[in-house]
């Protein structure tokens, strides 16, 4: 099953800190942002840069806005992070003492992968402002990620001091006892950001994750069901409902959401793969092409897939591949 990622906010707080017409650009750019339009705030700031290239802000302003930028696959967005990583650096070289970009940099390095990285960048963020809860907080998901989930835990708990009513606090903190095993811990968390933000769908797609994983099918469904009715076209709330419904037996409508899911996120290849082993049993040669579809949006789990497409040539295999992707739910129900 897929998880989940964690969320993590980089923080932006710079101003303009030039006078005059870079001013004015810089404040052009910040209404481009605000529209969306990150690629124009992008040559706002390139044109700040152009003619100021100590200007700081006008760094670490384009960083976050390259973060942002809207990308067609992975390859773009690794270039666009490196970009990123880049401003935040130079800005970093050109006003040491600014706790925003060490945090934004740190986010970045979450978001690679490079979670030493990240917990050295927000370390320098929290020395130069202690009670930095967005730093504390992303230090913490760093942490999670590490599996070091006492220190994670320690500083959620100290983040939730600074800022008790956020929303994201419990969101982050619950995605990471759910991916320490800690599941009613989990839904607990997200229970407490239900509470907070009523209309978000997220608490309850993740809280019906913890359900399933704690053996309260009915419960799981609820939540899902109420994900859908926030927000009818968040894919993920259809993608677990359907698993949930394949093993109550209700196949077609199982089938009506994972084919919804896939319709929402048509570049996920779970979703593929869920209807291929839906439909192992009755429609090998749907499957497979459920499989294909997977094995090219999916690239790195080629041999995966390649492998229930050998096992749609046999009765015996097909019924493997179902026996294997319901088994747990089947024999907890």
């Known amino acids: 099953m897929r998880k989940l990622g964690l969320i993590v906010l980089s923080a932006l707080v710079l101003a303009a800190c030039g006078g005059g017409s870079e001013a004015s650009l810089f404040r052009k750019a910040q209404v481009a942002s605000s ?13 700040i840069i152009k003619n100021n290239p100590d200007n700081y802000a006008a760094y670490a302003s384009r960083g976050l806005a390259y973060e942002r930028l809207k990308v067609k696959d992975r390859e773009e967005l690794a270039k666009n992070r490196e970009f990123a990583k880049r401003d935040y650096i130079r800005a970093i070289e050109l006003n040491y003492p600014r706790p925003e970009i060490f945090n934004n940099l740190g986010a970045l390095y979450i978001d690679e992968g490079n979670y030493q990285e990240a917990i050295v960048s927000l370390n320098q963020a929290l020395q130069l402002r202690p009670t930095y ?28 001091q600074l800022n008790p009513t956020s929303a994201l606090l419990y969101l982050n903190r619950g995605l990471a006892q759910f991916g320490a095993g800690y599941y009613q811990n989990a839904a607990e968390d997200y229970s407490q950001m239900m509470e907070l933000d009523p209309q978000n769908p997220r608490p309850y797609l993740e809280r019906g994750r913890a359900f399933m994983k704690m053996g309260y099918y009915q419960n799981a469904m609820d939540d899902f069901q109420q994900a859908i ?32 899911a896939k319709l929402l996120a048509p570049t996920y290849a779970p979703a593929y793969e869920m209807l291929g082993d839906m439909l192992a049993l009755e429609s090998p040669v749907e499957a497979t092409q459920h499989y294909l579809a997977a094995r090219r949006l999916d690239p790195k789990r080629a041999l995966r897939y390649q492998g229930k497409i050998r096992l749609m040539t046999t009765e015996e295999g097909r019924k493997r591949i179902v026996t294997d992707r319901f088994f747990d739910l089947q024999n907890q129900r």
Not at 35 to 47: E, L, N, V
Not at 137 to 159: E, H, I
Not at 245 to 256: P, R, V
Request: glycine share 6%; net charge positive.
């Open 35 to 47: 529209k969306g339009d990150f690629a124009k705030a992008i040559r706002y700031y390139s044109t």
């Open 229 to 260: 009715a926030l927000n009818p076209n968040y894919a993920m709330p259809y993608f677990y409902a359907a698993e949930l419904l394949f093993n109550k037996g209700e196949t077609e409508q199982a089938i009506s959401y994972a084919d919804r």
């Open 133 to 160: 809860f967005m730093a504390i907080l992303n230090r913490a998901v760093a942490k999670s990620k590490q599996g070091k989930m006492g220190d994670a835990l320690t500083d959620f708990s100290a983040a939730e």
